[in-house]
């Protein structure tokens, strides 16, 4: 059973960075033809999806947030990781980790999702 799991601090102040991390278990991270992507979810809104690494470890970001994300992954821990810069309270979201299997294009798992509030 694949079950991702994110984590990192639920508070950051204006101007500072965001840094999210998502713990993937039953299955590996570097497998082709699995995406690895963040998605967020502001208060009152719908879905925003902010990037993707792929099993071969290319990246895609959404180009509204591409000067400001950063994802990146650690193959030893199976973690993959999110880092927005400069962030603002309209970066106030709960933030998801999904996977997407690319034999189906479906999302097939997500993390149950972490909130973040940025404040001072």
């Known amino acids: 059973q694949v079950q991702l799991q994110e984590s990192g601090p639920g508070l950051v102040k204006p101007s500072q960075t965001l840094s999210l991390t998502c713990t993937v278990s039953?299955?590996?991270?570097?497998?082709?033809?699995?995406?690895w992507i963040w998605v967020r979810q502001p208060p009152g809104k719908g879905l925003e999806w902010m990037g993707v690494i792929r099993g071969d470890a290319s990246t895609t970001y959404s180009p509204s947030l591409k000067s400001r994300t950063s994802i990146s992954r650690d193959t030893s821990k199976n973690q993959f990781s999110l880092q927005l810069s400069s962030v603002t309270p309209e970066d106030t979201a709960v933030y998801y980790c999904?996977?997407?299997?690319?034999?189906?294009?479906?999302?097939?798992?997500w993390g149950q999702g972490t909130q973040v509030t940025v404040s001072s």
């Open positions: 039953g299955g590996s991270i570097t497998i082709t033809y699995y995406n």
């Open positions: 999904v996977r997407l299997d690319g034999r189906i294009i479906g999302y097939d798992y």
